[in-house]
Each structure stands twice: as structure tokens, then as C-alpha cells.
């Protein structure tokens, strides 16, 4: 079975989504980085190209360019982050068992995170909501106390 808390999947600072990237996806699969990123602009390519409305958006929903800077090396190299769905396209073209039990793995992770993520939201929702009974009930305690004195 795979691995899981090498963090395959994380959220990254600058985007609100659960993502993974292009360099970790080299690393699990043994691949060169090169060929991953030239397997990613092919689909980029690809999904733009196709983009006719069929498509539930587009490239930019699946893959998110960035970089990372590399030790003894002056310039960042270039990298892509992707979502669940960018993963997705990408990992189909991959074969054999460290692929499957990748993307079986992968998915557990997305998934948990989106439960997290849920509840989070859930608890955000219940707070406001306690919030807003609160003032209720401090609006009903100042009506009450102006009653009284009159």
C-alpha cells in the first residue's frame, strides 16, 4: 500500500484547493520532471483546444503553473500544480500497479481533505448562526430590561 503522509496531496498557500504537483508526481512514478511537464503542456494543449463548453472548464481549472527553485541552481524552474480532476487526466495516461495504488491513494486524500473542508465550513456556518442568536438574544434582554423600566 502507498504512503500517504509523504503528503501527497496538500493545500498550497496561494490556492484554495486541495492540489498536488507535477514534481511529486515525477517522484512516485520515477519519472523524469521534464517528460511530466511535457505530459501536462500536451494536455493543456488538448483541453483548451477542446474547450467547447463540453468540458467542465478549463485548463486552468486542472493545472496551475508555478515554480520552485532547486538547490545549486540561480533561477526557479517551472512546475505545475493540479487539482483532483488535473491529476486525474494526467494519471490516466499512467499504467501498471504503483499507478493504481497511486491513484487509489490519491483519492482517499482528496476525499478526506474535502471532508475536512466540509466541516469546517459546517462549524463555520453554526458559528455565525450562534452569532446571530446571540445578538437575538441581547436585542430580546434590552427590549425585556426597557420593559421592565417602564
Known amino acids: 500500500m502507498i504512503d500517504t503522509t509523504k503528503a501527497l496531496v ?10 498536488t504537483d507535477s514534481r511529486k508526481v515525477a517522484e512516485f512514478f520515477s519519472k523524469r520532471h521534464k517528460n511530466v511537464l511535457r505530459d501536462i503542456r500536451e494536455l493543456i494543449a488538448g483541453i483548451d483546444a477542446e474547450s467547447t463548453g463540453l468540458i467542465s472548464g ?7 503553473e508555478g515554480t520552485y527553485k532547486a538547490p545549486r541552481r540561480k533561477n526557479p524552474d517551472p512546475m505545475y500544480y493540479m487539482t483532483r480532476d488535473g ?7 499512467f499504467t501498471g500497479k504503483k499507478a493504481l495504488q497511486f491513484k487509489l491513494a490519491f483519492l482517499d486524500k482528496f476525499n478526506s481533505m474535502e471532508r475536512e473542508l466540509d466541516n469546517l465550513r459546517h462549524k463555520q456556518h453554526r458559528i455565525q448562526q450562534l452569532g446571530t442568536y446571540h445578538q437575538a438574544m441581547d436585542a430580546v434582554k434590552l427590549f425585556v430590561d426597557y420593559a421592565k423600566s417602564c
Open 87 to 93: 491529476f486525474s487526466l494526467l494519471a490516466m495516461g
Open 10 to 19: 496538500y493545500m498550497a498557500n496561494s490556492i484554495s484547493v486541495p492540489v
Open 58 to 64: 478549463r485548463s486552468q481549472n486542472f493545472f496551475i
